[in-house]
């Protein structure tokens, strides 16, 4: 992490607290911090050129948006989500992100050419295998489309929905498997939304982020049916 970076994430940030955080949201948002992840406050605060004071007010942001947690004697730590979160996420998400397409209106070439080029970026980093471009040029699509409302509060609020999605997200092994099937579909929804159809839009994009959802659950099934194996494995004398 460079210092340079404090300096271009966020300018509308109010304190250097705040500009810290939103420097850590980013990495946790395109998966450079993944669950489980320690972030060393010694380290961090030669890196970022920043005190220890305000690197721990930048913690206690990122606590607030439960993208870190404090563990007693060990440390900050990325956290891991349950399937709990990831169902009050996507209720969430598809909330915001279906009303948002439903309420827009006057789309043109200049308006979606930023969405385009996100759309693009995606399909040139699956067509080298670079599934871990596609996941963030996936995260970055969302995101553009709900800024296509034009409201900055719900920008916000999806900025930190996207970066907790994104914990969530590592529970499939696979980021082929995670993410494959969406550029052809992040695909076809920006042709609904070329033709100015947002009615249509917004019904394929719920369905869209149901299978998503679902998707992620049969992950966090398979991990808890399999676990039992594992631990009885350990208990027998397997890989320890």
Known sequence: MERAEVAEVTAASE???ERIAAV???RITEGELPPGTQLCEER????MAVSRNTLREAFRLLTHDGLIVHRLHRGVFVPELDEDDL?????????????VVRSLTGLDADRLRALRSIAEAAEAAASR?????????NMR???????????RRIGEVTRQLLAELRLVFHIVASPQQLYGPYVDRNRALLGMLAANDVARAADYLEQYLCDSEEQLLAAY???RDTAPARAMT???GGNR
């Open 15 to 17: 304190s250097t607290a």
């Open 24 to 26: 850590l949201r980013h």
């Open 44 to 47: 961090l605060v030669t890196l």
């Open 87 to 99: 169902v009050d996420l996507y209720r969430l998400r598809r909330t915001i992100e279906c009303a």
């Open 129 to 137: 295998n670079d599934w871990g471009d596609v996941g963030t040029a």
């Open 141 to 151: 699509f969302h995101q553009h489309l709900v800024d296509l409302g034009g409201s």
């Open 221 to 223: 099934r398979g991990r």
């Open 234 to 236: 350990t208990k027998d």
